[in-house]
Nanobody
């Protein structure tokens, strides 16, 4: 069993910043990929960012240049620093981790419970 605990969501004005955290615990043998997804009301869940165990990063076009993903391998924790937030960034944000050999967001990956981010205009 793997548990993911997210924190850091909240309400912020447009142009503001928030930092999300997601700590993994439990039967973790080897985490390869860590990432973030989000789901806005009435929309499908979408990819936001990912980071590999060797700290290579990849971002969705809509957040590139504004969001930064990072991780602390010793603490099995992934972060998402969100700057220059826009109302369209409003969504529930989910962290996701994938063991070595499995894809991020796959049925073999693990999801956090989600944290609400609301950006007011």
């Amino acid at each position: 069993q793997v548990q993911l605990v997210e924190s850091g969501g909240g309400l912020v004005q447009a142009g503001g910043s928030l930092k999300l955290s997601c700590a993994a615990s439990g039967s973790i043998f080897s985490i390869a990929l860590m990432g973030w997804y989000r789901q806005a009301p009435g929309k499908q869940r979408e990819f936001v960012a990912r980071i590999t165990s060797s700290f290579n990063t990849y971002y969705a076009g809509s957040v590139k240049g504004r969001f930064t993903i990072s991780r602390d391998n010793a603490k099995n924790t992934v972060f998402l620093q969100m700057n220059s937030l826009k109302p369209e960034d409003t969504a529930v944000y989910y962290c996701n981790i994938a063991p070595r050999g499995y894809g991020l967001g796959s049925s073999d990956s693990y999801w956090g419970q989600g944290t609400q981010v609301t950006v007011s205009s």
